[in-house]
């Protein structure tokens, strides 16, 4: 990383504060989730075999994966950063999957690819299980909302800085720094 003088600041999220979130979010989103089906469609039917538990379980890794694929998918769309300045895999020290790249980007861009998952994996899944009849994915994707806490938080911090500030992604830890302008 840079030498401290590089940057203005560190953006680094609180763990604790974040699971947290994260947990609540994931509670109140999925009841608000099957409310909503309920209301939409007048019934709901939730079955629990071991079946449906495996293939939630699937969605829900494949969702996690797609979730670091999109925010690939940002930085090379919202920041043009080539694929070969990027990197992904899965901390399993800290717990957590992670995309990252060695190359700063503009804060809306690193803003717009911090959100895109979101979206991708959050949004879409609940809409297209609204539309479908098929409460499984309101459910895979309230769980995916609320695993963007971490993106939510770090979103909340860059909106303080301006737009077209360089925001650098750390290789290894969950953590942005804001570089100075030259």
Same mark, same amino acid.
């Given at each position: 990383?840079?030498?401290?003088?590089?940057?203005?600041?560190?953006?680094?999220?609180?763990?604790?504060?974040?699971?947290?979130?994260?947990?609540?979010?994931?509670?109140?989103?999925?009841?608000?989730? =099957?409310?909503?089906?309920?209301?939409?469609?007048?019934?709901?039917?939730?079955?629990?075999?071991?079946?449906?538990?495996?293939?939630?379980?699937?969605?829900?890794?494949?969702?996690?994966?797609?979730?670091?694929?999109?925010?690939?998918?940002?930085?090379?769309?919202?920041?043009?950063?080539?694929?070969?300045?990027?990197?992904?895999?899965?901390?399993?020290?800290?717990?957590?999957?992670?995309?990252?790249?060695?190359?700063?980007?503009?804060?809306?861009?690193?803003?717009?690819?911090?959100?895109?998952?979101?979206?991708?994996?959050?949004? =879409?899944?609940?809409?297209?299980?609204?539309?479908?009849?098929?409460?499984?994915?309101?459910?895979?994707?309230?769980?995916?909302?609320?695993?963007?806490?971490?993106?939510?938080?770090?979103?909340?911090?860059?909106?303080?800085?301006?737009?077209?500030?360089?925001?650098?992604?750390?290789?290894?830890?969950?953590?942005?720094?804001?570089?100075?302008?030259?």
């Amino acid at each position: 990383m840079e030498n401290k003088e590089d940057y203005l600041s560190i953006i680094e999220i609180d763990f604790k504060k974040v699971a947290w979130s994260s947990l609540i979010m994931t509670v109140i989103l999925s009841i608000v989730g =099957l409310v909503i089906y309920t209301f939409i469609r007048g019934d709901i039917q939730l079955s629990f075999t071991f079946w449906d538990f495996f293939l939630f379980c699937i969605g829900y890794i494949l969702l996690i994966v797609l979730h670091e694929c999109f925010h690939l998918f940002g930085f090379y769309f919202f920041g043009k950063v080539p694929w070969s300045s990027m990197d992904y895999g899965v901390n399993l020290k800290m717990g957590i999957a992670y995309a990252t790249t060695n190359i700063p980007l503009p804060n809306h861009s690193m803003k717009k690819a911090l959100l895109l998952p979101f979206w991708m994996t959050g949004v =879409l899944p609940m809409f297209i299980g609204y539309t479908i009849e098929m409460p499984v994915l309101v459910l895979l994707g309230a769980w995916l909302i609320a695993g963007a806490a971490g993106d939510f938080a770090m979103y909340k911090e860059l909106k303080k800085y301006p737009k077209d500030v360089l925001i650098k992604d750390d290789p290894v830890k969950p953590k942005l720094y804001v570089l100075k302008k030259d």
